[in-house]
């Protein structure tokens, strides 16, 4: 199953992007066993200042077609790593061929979008800048291959 994550803003070059870049690596590499990945990235600008509906727009273009798609939003389901990894397995078991997650920008995501997505997932209720949310997701999504593997990574 490809996982995508579709994203408000540019990740420019420094610790984040270095630390996005290995993730994302380490997710290829483990995961390819367990048919998950590989992880894509795909951001979008709203260069004419339309606000969360435009990012919305864009987002929901980024999505690609006819993959279940979650939001990262701090109204979603707080999940432990061994369910995000289970939730995520049994999309993969049910047939999915793409599990696409959408960052929004500053703002959050629009209603719209939310309403349309198929799961929510929050990382707590504190509010995380949205190019850290990518690190943070792309830990987990590792983490969660790691589970699934069986390997050390995750210790309880």
Request: proline share 4%.
């Amino acid at each position: 199953m490809r996982l995508t994550i579709c994203a408000v803003g540019r990740l420019r070059g420094g610790p984040e992007r270095d630390l996005y870049e290995d993730y994302a690596k380490r997710l290829d590499r483990a995961g390819r066993a367990l048919s998950l990945g590989p992880l894509d990235l795909r951001e979008v600008e709203d260069k004419k200042g339309g606000g969360m509906a435009a990012e919305a727009a864009l987002l929901d273009k980024a999505v690609p077609d006819n993959a279940v798609f979650w939001t990262l939003d701090e109204r979603g389901a707080l999940l432990s790593s061994p369910d995000f990894s289970r939730k995520i397995c049994a999309l993969r078991d049910d047939g999915a061929a793409d599990l696409a997650f959408v960052i929004g920008g500053a703002d959050g995501i629009d209603p719209t979008l939310r309403a349309k997505a198929h799961f929510s997932v929050s990382f707590g209720k504190m509010v995380w800048p949205h190019m850290l949310v990518r690190v943070m997701l792309a830990e987990q999504l590792y983490r969660a291959v790691g589970i699934a593997a069986g390997t050390p990574y995750h210790r309880v």
